[in-house]
């Protein structure tokens, strides 16, 4: 479903100085499969991310999406492919603060044509335990109540491809399992594929395919890379 082949990207620096942060010769992820992508801070997961997003765009390189070539694709056939095919859970969440838990996950489903469906979001809030606080706000919801909302937003659009940047970061640890579990299973009765990423080891255990990002990244193998 998704290849990368021959992944690079690299950063200007103030100097004017190139900072290469992505060598990915080659990664894949097939239908409906979980994986988890362990990492230490600043070897360019956030990066790796963005760049299968379409978020950023890669300075070389193939990503595959069904057969088709992302990079090919103008600025609005990215979107297009975001609101089709992608789903992101972001680790600082990024709900918009005046809209409700519901108006957020709603917000998810905008870019779909005939998408929009109150209903859904409503099934996806209830699904995280948020159907009691729907009206809620972000500023009136509790950090792990707003990544429960973030991750019912990332799965408004049915995507193909749900991608988990540390959705734990900031979390406390009393409800870190819950939100693991909460994606894992949606991922699987819905039928989407996943790619977390993360720096916990023992979040990685519970993952079948378990990937490091400094064995995939030739940048990182060398000198670190950045986040």
């Not at 362990?38 to 790796?48: A, D, H, P, V």
């Not at 390189?61 to 070539?69: N, V």
């Not at 335990?129 to 909302?149: N, T």
């Not at 399992?177 to 916990?200: F, G, K, P, Y």
Request: glycine share 8%; proline share 4%; charged share 25%.
């Amino acid at each position: 479903m998704l290849l990368l082949e021959g992944i690079r990207k690299s950063y200007r620096e103030p100097n004017g100085a190139r900072l290469p942060v992505l060598d990915v010769p080659r990664f894949a992820i097939g239908e409906c499969e979980q994986v988890v992508l362990l990492g230490r801070s600043g070897c360019g997961k956030t990066t790796l991310l963005h760049v299968i997003a379409g978020i950023t765009r890669a300075d070389a390189g193939k990503i595959k999406f069904d057969g088709r070539d992302v990079g090919r694709f103008s600025e609005a056939g990215l979107d297009r492919y975001r609101a089709a095919k992608i789903g992101y859970v972001f680790q600082t969440f990024n709900l918009l603060p005046a809209f409700n838990a519901l108006e957020n996950v709603l917000l998810g489903m905008t870019f779909v044509r005939g998408l929009k469906d109150p209903e859904r979001a409503r099934r996806l809030l209830d699904r995280v335990g948020l159907a009691h606080r729907w009206h809620h706000k972000p500023s009136a919801m509790s950090v792990g109540e707003q990544q429960r909302v973030a991750v019912a937003r990332a799965l408004a659009n049915r995507p193909r491809l749900l991608l988990a940047d540390e959705p734990t970061a900031n979390v406390d640890p009393a409800n870190q399992q819950n939100i693991i579990d909460l994606i894992r299973a949606t991922c699987d009765e819905d039928r989407i594929a996943l790619l977390m990423v993360t720096h916990s080891n023992e979040v990685a255990e519970q993952f079948s395919r378990r990937e490091r990002l400094d064995e995939i990244n030739q940048i990182a193998q060398a000198h670190g890379g950045a986040a």
